[in-house]
């Protein structure tokens, strides 16, 4: 679960970024190794996107689940409360995948 971060948001302390994927780097704690964000690096309407691990807040900073994402491979014993919106692995491909290749052009 994730959070969208605000704009101007910073981190403090020794933070390593990886590439995940074709749109995407994902940030860690070089000390502990835990999950800090998500960034969308494709360009479109998306680029530049954060969205922060919940874990680093108190209570998930209040918020609720709003988007599940690669709900076909989930674990069958996660099922999460309440309505909002998911998304497949397909679905993701299809939203992602478009931005990542007009990038490499």
Known sequence: ?????????AALGPVKTYVSSDWAERAFCADCGSALWYRITAPGKMHGQVQMAAGLFDNAGGTKLGLE?????????????GEHRQMTEADVMAAFRPAAEEGKS
């Open 1 to 9: 679960m994730t959070i969208p971060a605000a704009p101007g948001y």
């Open 69 to 81: 994402l690669y709900i076909d491979r989930k674990p069958k014993g996660y099922a999460f409360a």
